[in-house]
């Protein structure tokens, strides 16, 4: 039978904490009074959850020792057992009456009766049908998970008991309160009837400790509650009673509530006697007491959770203490502190910490801590963390106060880590470990707060990586755990200590060798993760991946920080340079180690490299500015040689994206290419020269990838799906976008050249674009047209308007630089002879296109080329019959006219396929 799972508390902690906060904020009208009700709120849902586990063991206890399980189906009296899961299947034998094969291993269908002994030996038994798995429910969801944890925790126990102490304590808390404000009664009588109440209800649970414990365990919390508000509040508030008097009270409080928990074993009775007390000054505070006073009565406090910790392992109780003291303490720090309190406030801060660290080492006399707990964890590392940010803040004006503080603080760790491995206890091994873990980072502390912060960057790589490796050597997590956060943390400091480097020295200086250190350590802790990785913990498979990109960055910033700064006439070409240098060593590092990560990143990083790089480009106005021709030939040549690699199987990197990098390396390529040899035009001459390399550039490499046989054999041939398609499709579209561009916006001004229709420099340029897609188009086999098309006319009706548009803009261009033709939309639009030549133009196009499609049979065309003759018509009659007394329009009219006439008698319908198909 399956252990029931734990419940969560995470659920009804936050629901609870809510309610109540909302509660009592609402109560006092204050932000405090949220938190507190949220505080006792949360505390109460902890209380609960506890108890509810406690029950759960107990029925798992009742299990082991032989109680029937209530979940248990009951055997049908005729129904066999069925096999065990760890029988062989056997095969069939044969029944000696029937000679049919039957499985033993099938047992009969319990719902059937059992059959005659005369029918049993001549019928076969039927053969069982193999039932269906249910498939399991859907696992809920979190909100449904933290509802049912509510409503579970809701029914369990006595939940209106559990409401009602917390609202008698409210209420009596705010009696108290509005009594003293309202002077209803004398002083003295209000404390006797709260402390008479209190020992009443002290009383009740006491007697009903058997019966009912768990409600007599509510209520004697909440009396001891009630005795600490009452204590506290008559001597701290109106001086009722001496002070001596009421720490003394007060001791035997705690210790009357201790002995009651831990005589009752009663976790709850504790957690809310101790919230109680820590509770009750905050409820009575009028934020004017003396911050001693208070301290010392939270140190009683938690004298008592000390001594509870003594018999029993309760680390809820531990860590609400610890909540409650530095919590109090950081919020007093905060409003009340003054520099004259020091030498006080800094005497109970270190005895707090010095009782929590006894807390943890008690707990573990008995077990081993659970570090993965919130509650373990909280003690053993939150409390130095807490312990030593409030104790900063309160000498950081003191010369080398934290660095000798945290150097005291760290040999207190090892030597008390040392003082508790020397008792061979298997309890304390954890415990050993994470003090020993504590001390090495606080001594290691101690160096960046007496020095610069560059100067210990290193120290802390080295010693991260040191316990790193010696982690992993020992197969222990937590030192694995400490030196990568020595890393981390060495990084920031190192980083926050930038903006003070004056080093004019290049590469000797300290930010590039802390840099340099830093990804040296990283590489090598990603390395020993790699080693380590089929032992490594759930929460470190990451890690491998996460400090090799951490070494990269570190590697990458401390060379491109140095080439920024003492090369900056050369900056595009040294960042190439310098990114190809880091591929192959990266590449190489893979391929000795045999560590696939390395080579993986080796594979993309030149990807990132030229794109950072065209960026910057834009900046210096062309790519090869800076000397970027020497770093864009090193770095395509790493890429292709690793892409070779790759694909002789000598490069064990991820393959994911390969087909992309051959991409982009082409794309780059061409871009490259477009863009330094327009600029280089633009610098020597002028008109649309500039803007033809970026039609040509990409067009050139579409005609390489358009030859029937691709060459060179690689990477072309080889990956030739890749690059008709994938690299192709995007360079049609380019070049396609381009003829669109140019002839809508460019008059085609041949600078030094005679302007010739047809024959310049742009039109012969478009020409050869549109050829290049038309040479691509036509390799593509059948089946690779029809994946990109699905119906093949789609493509030439692109290419056809692509021409259509060309030989339009040639049209305008010509009559342009020969007749003065305007050449802007408006000009174009009111042009009698612009408007009379695209006509006269039109008219042509689509009597050729029908006179073409008649011979050819070409249906689809010649109505194509007749769409074309109507919308000249139309035009004629919208456009050109505005100004028919001109000689250019009437030329138009008769030019069309006479067109039609030829068309129809030269050019007619072309039959349907299947009616030409019959004919024939």
């Given at each position: 039978?399956?252990?029931?799972?734990?419940?969560?508390?995470?659920?009804?902690?936050?629901v609870?904490?809510?309610?109540?906060?909302?509660?009592?904020?609402?109560?006092?009208e204050?932000?405090a009074?949220?938190?507190?009700?949220?505080?006792?709120?949360?505390?109460?849902?902890?209380?609960?959850?506890?108890?509810?586990?406690?029950?759960?063991?107990?029925?798992?206890?009742?299990?082991?020792?032989?109680?029937?399980?209530?979940?248990?189906?009951v055997?049908?009296?005729?129904?066999?057992?069925?096999?065990?899961?760890?029988?062989?299947?056997?095969?069939?034998?044969?029944?000696?009456?029937?000679?049919?094969?039957?499985?033993?291993?099938m047992?009969?269908?319990?719902?059937?009766?059992?059959?005659?002994?005369s029918?049993a030996?001549?019928t076969?038994?039927?053969?069982?049908?193999?039932?269906?798995?249910?498939?399991?429910p859907?696992?809920?969801?979190?909100?449904?998970?933290?509802?049912?944890?509510?409503?579970r925790?809701?029914?369990?126990?006595?939940?209106?008991?559990?409401?009602?102490?917390?609202?008698?304590?409210?209420?009596?808390?705010?009696?108290?309160?509005?009594?003293?404000?309202?002077?209803?009664?004398?002083?003295e009588?209000?404390?006797?009837?709260?402390?008479?109440?209190?020992?009443?209800?002290?009383?009740?649970?006491?007697?009903?400790?058997?019966?009912?414990?768990?409600?007599?365990?509510?209520?004697?919390?909440?009396?001891?509650?009630?005795?600490?508000?009452?204590?506290?509040?008559?001597?701290?508030?109106?001086?009722l009673?001496?002070?001596s008097?009421?720490?003394g009270?007060l001791?035997?409080i705690?210790l009357?509530?201790?002995?009651?928990?831990?005589?009752?074993?009663?976790?709850?009775?504790?957690?809310?006697?101790?919230?109680?007390?820590?509770?009750?000054?905050?409820?009575?505070?009028?934020?004017s007491?003396?911050?001693?006073?208070l301290?010392?009565?939270?140190?009683?406090?938690?004298?008592?959770?000390?001594?509870?910790?003594?018999?029993?392992?309760?680390?809820?109780?531990?860590?609400?203490?610890?909540?409650?003291?530095?919590?109090?303490?950081?919020?007093?720090?905060?409003s009340g502190?003054?520099a004259?309190?020091?030498?006080?406030?800094?005497?109970?801060?270190?005895?707090?910490?010095?009782m929590?660290?006894?807390?943890?080492?008690?707990n573990?006399?008995?077990?081993?801590?659970?570090?993965?707990?919130?509650?373990?964890?909280?003690?053993?590392?939150?409390?130095?963390?807490?312990a030593f940010?409030?104790?900063?803040?309160?000498?950081?004006?003191?010369e080398y106060a934290?660095?000798?503080?945290?150097?005291?603080?760290g040999?207190?760790?090892?030597?008390?880590?040392?003082?508790?491995?020397?008792?061979?206890?298997?309890?304390?091994?954890?415990l050993?470990?994470?003090?020993?873990?504590?001390?090495?980072?606080?001594?290691?502390?101690?160096?960046?707060?007496?020095?610069?912060?560059?100067?210990?960057?290193?120290?802390?790589?080295?010693?991260?990586?040191?316990?790193?490796?010696?982690?992993?050597?020992?197969?222990?997590?937590?030192?694995?755990?400490?030196?990568?956060?020595?890393?981390i943390?060495?990084?920031?400091?190192?980083?926050?200590?930038?903006?003070?480097?004056?080093?004019?020295?290049?590469?000797?200086?300290?930010i590039y060798?802390?840099?340099?250190?830093?990804?040296?350590?990283?590489?090598?802790?990603?390395?020993?993760?790699?080693?380590?990785?089929?032992?490594?913990a759930?929460?470190?498979?990451?890690?491998e991946?996460?400090?090799?990109?951490?070494?990269?960055a570190?590697?990458?910033?401390?060379?491109?920080?140095?080439?920024?700064?003492?090369?900056?006439?050369?900056?595009?070409?040294?960042?190439?340079?310098y990114?190809?240098?880091t591929?192959?060593?990266l590449?190489?590092?893979?391929?000795?180690?045999?560590?696939s990560?390395?080579?993986t990143?080796?594979?993309?990083?030149?990807?990132?490299?030229?794109?950072?790089?065209?960026?910057y480009a834009?900046?210096?106005?062309?790519?090869?500015?800076e000397?970027?021709e020497?770093?864009?030939?090193?770095?395509?040549?790493?890429?292709?040689?690793?892409?070779?690699?790759?694909?002789r199987?000598?490069?064990?990197?991820?393959?994911?994206?390969?087909?992309?990098?051959?991409?982009?390396?082409f794309?780059?390529?061409?871009?490259?290419?477009?863009?330094?040899?327009?600029?280089?035009?633009?610098?020597?001459?002028?008109?649309?020269?500039?803007?033809?390399?970026?039609?040509?550039?990409?067009?050139?490499?579409?005609?390489?990838?358009?030859?029937?046989?691709?060459?060179?054999?690689?990477?072309l041939?080889?990956?030739?799906?890749?690059?008709?398609?994938v690299?192709?499709?995007?360079?049609?579209?380019?070049v396609s976008?381009?003829?669109?561009?140019?002839?809508?916006?460019?008059?085609?001004?041949?600078?030094?050249?005679?302007?010739?229709p047809?024959?310049?420099?742009?039109?012969?340029?478009?020409a050869?674009?549109?050829?290049?897609?038309?040479?691509?188009?036509?390799?593509?086999?059948?089946?690779?047209?029809?994946k990109?098309?699905?119906?093949?006319r789609?493509?030439?009706?692109?290419?056809?308007?692509?021409?259509?548009l060309?030989?339009?803009?040639?049209?305008?261009?010509?009559?342009?630089?020969?007749?003065?033709?305007?050449?802007?939309?408006?000009?174009?639009?009111?042009?009698?002879?612009?408007?009379?030549s695209?006509?006269?133009?039109?008219?042509?196009?689509g009597?050729?296109?029908?006179?073409?499609?008649?011979?050819?049979?070409?249906?689809y065309?010649w109505i194509?080329?007749?769409?074309?003759?109507?919308?000249?018509?139309?035009?004629?009659?919208?456009?050109?019959?505005?100004?028919?007394g001109?000689?250019?329009?009437?030329?138009?009219?008769?030019?069309?006219?006479?067109l039609f006439?030829?068309?129809?008698?030269?050019?007619?319908?072309?039959?349907?396929?299947?009616?030409?198909?019959?004919?024939?």
């Amino acid at each position: 039978m399956q252990a029931d799972k734990k419940p969560s508390s995470k659920g009804m902690t936050f629901v609870l904490a809510l309610v109540f906060g909302v509660f009592v904020g609402g109560i006092q009208e204050d932000f405090a009074g949220f938190i507190i009700g949220a505080m006792l709120g949360a505390l109460l849902a902890q209380v609960m959850h506890l108890r509810t586990v406690t029950k759960l063991q107990s029925e798992r206890l009742a299990e082991l020792e032989g109680e029937p399980k209530a979940r248990q189906p009951v055997q049908q009296p005729h129904q066999e057992a069925p096999p065990r899961p760890s029988e062989p299947r056997r095969a069939p034998i044969f029944d000696k009456a029937s000679d049919t094969a039957v499985s033993p291993v099938m047992p009969a269908p319990a719902a059937q009766p059992a059959p005659a002994a005369s029918v049993a030996a001549t019928t076969p038994a039927p053969t069982a049908r193999p039932v269906a798995t249910p498939r399991p429910p859907p696992p809920p969801s979190f909100v449904e998970e933290r509802i049912n944890d509510f409503i579970r925790w809701f029914k369990g126990g006595n939940p209106l008991a559990r409401i009602g102490i917390v609202i008698l304590f409210f209420g009596a808390a705010f009696l108290a309160k509005y009594a003293a404000e309202n002077s209803l009664f004398p002083i003295e009588l209000r404390f006797v009837g709260l402390a008479i109440g209190a020992f009443v209800l002290l009383g009740f649970g006491w007697r009903l400790r058997e019966k009912r414990p768990a409600y007599a365990q509510l209520l004697q919390g909440g009396a001891v509650a009630g005795l600490y508000l009452t204590v506290f509040a008559a001597s701290r508030l109106y001086g009722l009673i001496p002070l001596s008097l009421a720490l003394g009270l007060l001791i035997v409080i705690a210790l009357a509530a201790a002995i009651l928990a831990v005589a009752q074993n009663a976790l709850a009775l504790a957690v809310i006697g101790t919230a109680g007390g820590f509770l009750a000054p905050i409820m009575v505070s009028t934020g004017s007491g003396n911050h001693v006073a208070l301290f010392t009565y939270y140190a009683i406090l938690n004298l008592g959770v000390f001594a509870v910790a003594w018999f029993r392992t309760w680390r809820v109780l531990n860590v609400l203490g610890f909540v409650f003291t530095f919590t109090i303490t950081g919020l007093w720090r905060a409003s009340g502190y003054e520099a004259n309190d020091l030498f006080t406030t800094d005497f109970f801060l270190i005895l707090f910490f010095l009782m929590y660290v006894a807390v943890s080492i008690l707990n573990c006399v008995r077990q081993p801590p659970n570090l993965k707990g919130y509650v373990s964890g909280s003690l053993v590392f939150g409390l130095p963390v807490v312990a030593f940010t409030l104790h900063a803040t309160l000498v950081s004006k003191i010369e080398y106060a934290l660095a000798w503080s945290a150097l005291i603080l760290g040999f207190f760790y090892l030597i008390l880590g040392w003082t508790l491995w020397r008792t061979r206890r298997d309890t304390f091994r954890l415990l050993v470990e994470s003090f020993a873990a504590l001390g090495v980072v606080f001594a290691s502390l101690a160096i960046p707060l007496a020095f610069d912060t560059r100067t210990t960057a290193a120290m802390w790589a080295v010693e991260g990586v040191g316990l790193l490796w010696l982690g992993v050597r020992q197969e222990r997590r937590l030192p694995r755990a400490f030196g990568a956060l020595l890393q981390i943390v060495g990084g920031l400091g190192f980083f926050v200590g930038l903006a003070r480097f004056t080093s004019t020295q290049a590469v000797f200086n300290s930010i590039y060798l802390g840099a340099l250190m830093l990804a040296v350590s990283g590489l090598l802790s990603s390395y020993w993760w790699h080693r380590n990785r089929e032992r490594q913990a759930v929460y470190e498979a990451g890690a491998e991946v996460l400090f090799a990109v951490w070494a990269l960055a570190w590697w990458l910033f401390g060379g491109l920080h140095e080439i920024d700064r003492y090369l900056p006439t050369a900056v595009m070409g040294s960042t190439l340079i310098y990114v190809a240098f880091t591929a192959a060593l990266l590449a190489f590092i893979g391929i000795k180690a045999r560590w696939s990560l390395p080579q993986t990143f080796a594979l993309y990083l030149p990807a990132l490299g030229a794109l950072f790089c065209l960026l910057y480009a834009t900046h210096v106005g062309h790519p090869f500015g800076e000397w970027g021709e020497s770093g864009w030939l090193l770095l395509l040549a790493v890429q292709y040689g690793l892409l070779f690699l790759l694909n002789r199987d000598r490069l064990d990197a991820q393959r994911i994206g390969e087909q992309a990098l051959h991409a982009g390396a082409f794309w780059a390529l061409a871009l490259i290419a477009a863009w330094e040899v327009s600029w280089q035009v633009e610098y020597h001459t002028s008109g649309v020269w500039p803007v033809l390399p970026w039609g040509l550039a990409p067009a050139i490499l579409l005609a390489l990838l358009g030859r029937k046989q691709l060459a060179p054999p690689w990477p072309l041939a080889q990956n030739e799906s890749t690059y008709r398609i994938v690299v192709a499709i995007p360079l049609v579209v380019v070049v396609s976008a381009w003829i669109v561009f140019v002839n809508l916006t460019n008059i085609g001004d041949p600078g030094w050249l005679p302007y010739i229709p047809l024959a310049n420099p742009l039109d012969v340029s478009v020409a050869l674009c549109l050829a290049a897609i038309g040479l691509w188009w036509t390799s593509l086999g059948h089946l690779e047209r029809g994946k990109l098309w699905s119906d093949e006319r789609g493509p030439v009706v692109v290419i056809a308007a692509l021409v259509f548009l060309w030989l339009n803009a040639a049209l305008i261009r010509s009559l342009h630089h020969n007749f003065g033709a305007p050449a802007t939309l408006t000009g174009i639009l009111n042009s009698t002879l612009v408007q009379a030549s695209l006509s006269i133009f039109w008219g042509l196009l689509g009597f050729a296109a029908m006179t073409v499609a008649a011979r050819q049979k070409w249906r689809y065309v010649w109505i194509v080329g007749a769409g074309l003759m109507a919308v000249v018509v139309v035009k004629l009659f919208a456009v050109d019959l505005s100004s028919i007394g001109t000689i250019a329009r009437i030329a138009s009219f008769l030019s069309v006219g006479v067109l039609f006439l030829v068309t129809g008698y030269f050019a007619p319908l072309p039959p349907r396929r299947e009616s030409r198909e019959a004919t024939e």
